[in-house]
């Protein structure tokens, strides 16, 4: 026997008898133990040092605040206020905004028409003649907004459907992008594809400040972010060379103060030759159980990107400061991820996804309900704001179990095929979020969360569980969990450190 084999073979006694003694666990559940997965080389170069912080601190901080800040900028700017018909002559007759309004527009119910006007003539009487379509423009109130997209191009009354294309078409052809961008990161790793997302954000935005007179480039312009923005937060080091993740590896754990165990180039050797077995994107139909679960979290992301995109953009349209309608709504999300960390662990991640995405659906209903009651302004903007909060809990979840219950040579690709399809469901928002009743919307969200409450109940639960390694482990991994269990319990012939940090839970 070779002396490195020993050196295994003493570490692993070394740590059985470890484990033995700290756990009280017998000795023929150890020796049941399989080979190692990549998470007991995390444990031993240590999982939560310095490398892991400044890599949360620049990617999963930074990285994502810039991202979505990005993208909820431009819902901001496609608000279309207030408006209605331009009449001439209100300095002459020396009149109020509002008596000039009640004099030459008609009112639609209790509000004034946005697209009607009494057609102007200075001997007779305007508030007996037929309404006709505005002749001179369009007045908007800028209480909120000084200018956005819609009111500097007018996109109101024959031209509103402009608006409503632009979402569409922008991010059905960000989903064609998008698969571009998840292919370079699982070919060339995540800094690349990293700095490949940013390029496009700042692309992006200077193309929309300069070209919103010229329909195509800012369609094509807003479809960049479309296509960065999964795989920008969603992006993660491919490990299919092995040379160069061994090298990474060593890397982390002289950051960390740890030691990489002498089994590593074997768990290395596993990942590495499940990344050259797989078959790109048709990986995905590999097994039932892989297909199933992909659709299960494509439902799930779907979901909380239309019901995050669809408060944002309903925010201006409350009674509210949208700004800071929008802000909380995003400072929300850093106690939502920290609450869904913690059920996580505690709970289990199945039941706490179906618990954020249910809660989600009740509170969506409970606006719906309040709009239709009359409710202020500011009930329903706290509304939002929690329910924000579920939703984030919702799209936490998603990220934590499409990492899990998918393979190592898998997760890239899945990442990809799950933001793309969300990101088809995400151009039906303009026809969602900007309808006239505003209940609607509320309403909608409130039926597709509880839907996906009882979809995802459907995953299987992958706390304290030995995750999949190849296109194998997936295709059974959770096949004999029983559908009504509750806190999650590792096999027993699983054991590691982690499982013993853990085992107070």
């Known amino acids: 026997m070779s002396s490195s084999a020993k050196a295994e073979n003493g ?15 017998s000795a023929s559940s150890i020796n049941a133990m399989v080979v190692p997965a990549f998470e007991e080389v995390l444990d031993s170069i240590g999982s939560r040092g310095k490398f892991q912080t400044r890599l949360n601190i620049v990617f999963n901080f930074i990285g994502p605040c810039v991202n979505l800040i990005s993208v909820n900028v431009f819902y901001l700017a496609m608000q279309t206020p207030d408006h209605w018909c331009h009449v001439p002559g209100r300095k002459s007759a020396n009149m109020s905004l509002e008596e000039w309004k009640n004099f030459t527009i008609p009112k639609e119910g209790d509000s004034f028409s946005k697209c009607l006007m009494y057609n102007q003539s200075d001997d007779v009487d305007w ?27 007018n996109w109101v009354c024959e031209s509103k459907h402009v608006t409503n294309d632009v979402l569409f078409y922008a991010q059905n052809i960000g989903v064609a992008l998008g698969l571009l961008f998840g292919y370079i990161g699982d070919m060339y790793g995540r800094r690349p594809q990293q700095f490949l997302c940013m390029a496009a954000h700042v692309m992006s935005r200077l193309l929309l400040v300069l070209t919103p007179d010229v329909l195509l480039l800012f369609i094509l312009a807003e479809s960049l972010i479309s296509a960065a923005a999964g795989p920008m937060i969603e992006s993660a080091l491919a490990v299919g060379r092995e040379e160069d993740a061994l090298k990474l590896l060593r890397r982390i754990a002289i950051t960390n103060g740890g030691e990489v165990p002498s089994f590593a180039p074997q768990v290395m050797r596993t990942v590495a030759k499940a990344q050259k077995d797989r078959k790109g994107f048709l990986s995905i139909f590999s097994s039932w159980n892989v297909f199933k679960n992909t659709v299960l979290l494509i439902i799930a992301r779907s979901t909380h990107l239309l019901t995050l995109h669809s408060l944002v953009m309903m925010a201006g349209g409350v009674g509210v400061n949208p700004f800071l309608a929008v802000a909380a709504q995003g400072a929300i999300q850093l106690p939502a991820y920290c609450v869904v960390h913690y059920t996580a662990a505690r709970f289990g991640r199945r039941w706490s996804a179906v618990g954020s995405a249910l809660l989600a659906g009740i509170t969506s209903a409970a606006v719906s309900c309040m709009l239709a009651a009359n409710f202020s302004g500011l009930a329903i903007t706290v509304m939002m ?11 936490g979840m998603a990220n934590l179990q499409s990492v899990e219950v998918h393979p ?33 919307p509320c309403a909608i969200l409130g039926a597709l969360n509880l839907g996906t409450a009882f979809a995802v109940s459907f995953l299987p639960e992958s706390a304290l569980q030995r995750l999949p390694e190849t296109l194998q482990d997936a295709a059974v991994f959770g096949k004999d969990h029983k559908y009504w269990s509750w806190k999650p319990k590792p096999p027993p012939g ?3 450190r982690k499982t013993k940090s853990e085992s107070s839970i």
């Open 494 to 496: 699983y054991v590691t």
């Open 385 to 395: 704001v929690i329910t924000q909060f579920f939703t984030t809990g919702t799209n």
């Open 11 to 25: 570490s692993r006694y070394d740590e059985q008898q470890e484990l033995k003694g700290v756990s009280g666990i």
């Open 127 to 153: 508030s007996k003649k037929e309404p006709v379509q505005c002749q001179h423009g369009w007045d908007y109130d800028d209480t909120w907004f000084s200018l956005t997209v819609p009111s500097q191009m």
């Open 408 to 440: 190592t040579c898998l997760r890239q690709i899945a990442a990809c095929v799950e933001w793309t399809g969300a990101g088809v469901v995400m151009s039906a928002l303009p026809y969602v979020a900007l309808m006239s009743d505003r209940r609607m």
